[in-house]
């Protein structure tokens, strides 16, 4: 991936440990690199890798400027992202243990206008819908 900074390089190989690292030292988490065709950022990146640790790092390192990285201008949300790379114990860790923080972007729209449980439907993803109709999204 172009313009990969050490954090995604860390997430890359899931070293949580050398995030939290990164983190404490002023790293950035809202440089962005390429994956594939589009620009992410770091929460972006340890999602569709699904990548936990890393993503609680995160969390818990941004504080409330989280809210910031929870949209996604490709995807529409994380939760679009997680869905859209099939990374299911992606978004039932996201919906688990950030209900609060995901509670805006369970009706959220991409830019199609596509919940994520719409999402789940157009790209087939059984397990996310699960997921979803457990906490009554339409």
């Known amino acids: 991936e172009k313009g990969q900074t050490p954090l995604h390089k860390a997430i890359k190989a899931?070293?949580?440990d050398m995030v939290q690292a990164?983190?404490?030292n002023a790293a950035s988490l809202t440089t962005?690199?390429?994956y594939k065709t589009v620009q992410i950022h770091?929460?972006?990146?340890?999602?569709?890798?699904?990548e936990k640790e890393c993503v609680d790092v995160i969390f818990r390192k941004a504080g409330k400027e989280v809210g910031s990285l929870l949209k996604s201008s490709t995807w529409g949300s994380l939760l679009h992202a997680a869905i859209h790379?099939?990374?299911n114990g992606m978004l039932e860790h996201l919906l688990n243990n950030y209900s609060r923080e995901m509670h805006?972007?369970?009706e959220r729209r991409d830019s199609k206008g596509r919940t994520p449980f719409a999402?789940?439907?157009y790209v087939a993803n059984l397990e996310a819908l699960f997921l979803l109709k457990l906490r009554a999204v339409n």
């Open 14 to 16: 899931g070293q949580a």
């Open 22 to 24: 990164l983190l404490d």
């Open 32 to 34: 962005l690199c390429t």
């Open 42 to 50: 770091a929460l972006e990146y340890a999602v569709i890798r699904g």
């Open 85 to 87: 790379f099939q990374q």
């Open 104 to 106: 805006n972007y369970l």
């Open 119 to 121: 999402y789940a439907v």
